[in-house]
């Protein structure tokens, strides 16, 4: 089973719009972090937000925040007031603090999400 | 500062060639990791260095070879590889730890595209 699951290929937003980026993830850990990285076409992840899974307010980092809805396991990503420099490919990835073994350190991330912004 | 660095930005190598790939980060962090990512699939992990021991290596065949000189530096040597294998090389540092916090986090670097003839 997938342990990060991005269901949205593709989403589409107009400039100065708000846009969710939805992400659910399946972990028996009671310690994780939940982190949302953007990938522009230059290559580069760029980390955005972080979550961790004992935080009880949902995180925020400027024009992105968290919703984080722990008893569904949903992490989502919301832009407020879309850029066009937004236009990208955005990662939810997990990291689970007990997995152990050959699982220490790993990121688990998901398949993705290309948002693409209009102007 | 979160900036890891990268060198080179693309390289273009014969299956016979051998080259290598450099990282370099100066935030004090001592894990450091190799990812391998295809177009639009999301990074696959390779290597992890912890305190500048190999501690997590993902099955990665042998023409991959890395190293880690110093808490700072992190190389990939590559040799014979195949046209498969051409791809973004993702390099990433963190502090250590294994609570999932945020000081956890991994910086990526901006990469480097290899294409491999």
């Known amino acids: 089973a997938q342990k990060i699951t991005q269901t949205q290929p593709g989403m589409f937003v107009q400039e100065k719009e708000a846009v969710t980026l939805d992400c659910t993830y399946d972990?028996?850990?009671?310690?994780?972090?939940l982190f949302w990285y953007k990938q522009p076409s230059s290559g580069e992840m760029i980390f955005l937000i972080y979550?961790?899974?004992?935080?009880?307010q949902n995180a925020t980092e400027g024009r992105y925040s968290l919703n984080f809805q722990k008893a569904r396991k949903s992490a989502n990503l919301v832009i407020s007031a879309s850029q066009l420099g937004d236009s990208a490919m955005y990662f939810c990835?997990?990291?689970?603090?007990?997995?152990?073994?050959?699982?220490?350190?790993?990121?688990?991330f998901g398949q993705g999400t290309i948002l693409t912004v209009h102007p | 500062d979160t900036e890891v660095t990268q060198t080179p930005k693309h390289l273009v190598m014969g299956m016979t060639n051998k080259k290598s790939l450099k990282c370099e980060q100066h935030?004090?962090?001592?894990?450091m990791y190799w990812y391998k990512q295809k177009a639009k699939k999301p990074p696959e992990l390779m290597f992890v260095?912890?305190?500048?021991?190999?501690?997590i290596n993902e099955s990665v065949p042998s023409r991959f070879s890395p190293e880690c000189p110093n808490s700072s530096l992190l190389n990939l040597h590559l040799h014979a590889l195949q046209p498969e294998d051409s791809a973004l090389y993702l390099c990433?540092?963190?502090?250590?730890?294994?609570?999932?916090?945020?000081?956890?986090?991994?910086?990526f670097g901006p990469g480097t595209r290899l294409l491999v003839l």
């Open positions: 979550q961790g899974s004992y935080d009880e």
């Open positions: 990433a540092s963190s502090q250590e730890g294994n609570l999932a916090g945020r000081q956890e986090t991994q910086y």
């Open positions: 260095y912890s305190y500048e021991k190999l501690s």
């Open positions: 935030m004090g962090h001592r894990a």
């Open positions: 972990t028996s850990d009671q310690s994780y972090g």
């Open positions: 990835a997990m990291r689970e603090a007990n997995a152990g073994g050959t699982s220490y350190g790993k990121l688990t």
